[in-house]
């Protein structure tokens, strides 16, 4: 093969010739990317631990946190982590660090999926479909544990929808005259709002915990059939150590929903006086005795390293089809990445066009930015279009991977510009997720950022492919329309104006050039090294 990759083709697309001719020749080779699971889970259990303990110190820090009218405290009665994830500003920390910890959780299942497609076994990748589906789905609605705002803020309004009074922050009720925020402290009591505020949040964790023992059984399962290096001694710890975390998931998890079924606050009946169903109270005592309220969660963030280091997935990328050859059965075919950027603006758009069908605050909020995006703190919309958000940009972020591949292999070195872009994009889009809090004002700014990174993102593809097509009239009309819809949006607030900007966002596929096909193979890493060879350049994650 005169291009010196081993596994490429003699023909290249037309399209990418000119694009590469005149790289180095060990440059012009496959990208090989090396994903370990072990570094995935560990970067899980960081970050969790991370914004936990960020979140928990500004609580103490930044908020004027009490345990006298903290919720939380006043329905349990004793101490909870999660009031670190309550209180604002600690909660802004907390929504954007857990949901980067979801997705990191969601990529992680997905190369477990990747590796059972790799095994061929139809039946073992529709069963590992079913459980990826089923425990990502209970990832993205963790999501809701934050939605569930436990402290809404008040607005001045002159609608009925924000003339009813609030509980606000620490116990703190407003009073709106449309003129004056009269502020009374009340006492530590919990309504029945709040209560079922409360049950709500929990069960959402709940769910969370039950998708997390569904996937730490098949991956024990996975384990153990693949097989390890480990010696008889190491296994049996491995498997003493799964079957006390399982103890402590179930009992967790079914504690909480005890509490969850009775009618009354935790502190109002816990070692008061005995439940009305004999295998609840049986349930409550044993997880008192054994304290797995207090670490029956802790296991969830280490059994994922129990994945050999050596275990991961290689994944190669190139220009060029691959040959067949004994490498056949790895080719997983190709795939435009301008695609998966177009898929993410749809689903987006989607999400909130039917979120203005929810939406209460239409005609009445004075926020400048898209008021579509302030479904997301509608329910019971949010519990369905914050997950659905969250999701769309786990997309996203795979659509601009895929174009900064493509443009990697085409240039032959790390295009600099293109990935900056795609960070601030990323981070504009993502941020948007704050509007689920309802005291986040300032959210609008990551949206602006958005739109000026996504401006910028179209007019820097364009640019690359100016020397071969000239200048492409389609782009600039589609930035200057898109700039004009964003304008009118912010100055006359008319509805058809957001829906005009949504349908403006799905032509994306029309400004963009279409770049080369991506061409992907992906193999176990611990199977065979069947690469070497190939010439690829290698990137370890």
């Not at 459980?131 to 609605?141: A, E, K, Y």
């Not at 964790?205 to 059984?217: E, N, T």
Request: aromatic letters at 16%; one cysteine or more; charged letters at 15%.
């Amino acid at each position: 093969d005169s291009s010196g990759a081993g596994v490429l083709g003699d023909e290249v697309p037309t399209e990418a010739t000119s694009a590469i001719a005149d790289t180095d020749k060990e440059e012009r080779g496959p990208l090989q990317v090396n994903v370990y699971y072990r570094h995935l889970a560990w970067a899980y259990a960081i970050l969790f631990f991370g914004t936990l303990a960020l979140a928990g110190i500004l609580t103490f820090t930044a908020t004027a946190y009490s345990s006298d009218t903290d919720k939380i405290t006043l329905f349990y009665g004793m101490f909870n982590p999660c009031i670190w994830f309550d209180h604002y500003p600690a909660k802004v920390f907390a929504t954007f660090g857990m949901g980067i910890f979801l997705l990191i959780g969601i990529a992680y299942s997905l190369l477990i999926f990747v590796s059972v497609v790799c095994e061929g076994s139809l039946l073992n990748i529709l069963w590992m479909g079913f459980i990826i589906s089923f425990v990502s789905f209970l990832d993205l609605t963790f999501l809701n544990v934050f939605t569930t705002n436990l402290y809404p803020e008040e607005d001045t309004g002159s609608s009925v929808i924000f003339d009813r009074p609030f509980r606000r922050l620490h116990g703190v009720t407003t009073v709106n005259d449309t003129s004056t925020l009269t502020m009374i402290a009340e006492a530590g009591d919990l309504t029945e709002a709040d209560i079922a505020t409360i049950k709500l949040h929990t069960l959402f964790y709940i769910l969370w915990l039950i998708g997390q023992l569904v996937f730490s059984i098949y991956l024990v399962w996975l384990i153990r059939r693949r097989g390890t290096s480990w010696s008889t001694r190491n296994t049996r710890i491995f498997l003493g150590f799964m079957c006390v975390s399982w103890y402590g998931m179930v009992m967790h998890a079914t504690a909480m929903l005890v509490i969850v079924l009775q009618p009354e606050p935790k502190v109002e009946w816990y070692w008061k006086e005995d439940l009305a169903s004999s295998v609840q109270h049986f349930l409550i005592l044993v997880d008192a005795y054994t304290g797995t309220s207090a670490w029956g969660w802790i296991p969830i963030m280490f059994y994922r390293a129990a994945m050999p280091s050596e275990y991961g997935i290689r994944l190669v990328f190139s220009l060029q089809a691959f040959e067949h050859n004994s490498l056949q059965s790895l080719d997983q075919g190709f795939v435009f990445p301008e695609g998966w950027v177009l898929r993410c603006l749809q689903v987006v758009a989607a999400i909130m066009a039917m979120g203005g069908v929810f939406s209460h605050v239409w005609e009445i909020a004075d926020d400048t930015e898209l008021r579509l995006f302030l479904a997301l703190r509608e329910k019971p919309f949010a519990y369905f279009g914050a997950p659905a958000y969250l999701c769309a940009c786990g997309i996203f972020l795979i659509g601009l991977g895929l174009q900064v591949v493509q443009r990697r292999l085409l240039q032959g070195n790390l295009p600099i510009v293109l990935c900056t872009i795609a960070a601030v994009m990323f981070l504009g889009m993502y941020g948007c997720i704050m509007y689920i809090l309802d005291r986040a004002d300032w959210v609008w700014i990551a949206f602006v950022v958005f739109q000026i990174a996504f401006v910028l993102w179209v007019g820097v593809l364009n640019w690359y492919g100016m020397e071969k097509r000239g200048i492409d009239w389609r782009a600039i009309v589609y930035i200057l329309t898109g700039v004009t819809i964003f304008a009118l949006t912010i100055i006359t607030h008319y509805w058809f104006l957001y829906y005009a900007y949504l349908v403006w966002m799905c032509f994306y596929g029309f400004a963009v050039p279409d770049g080369p096909r991506l061409y992907i193979s992906c193999s176990k890493i611990e199977d065979a090294s069947k690469y070497e060879a190939a010439g690829a350049r290698s990137i370890r994650i």
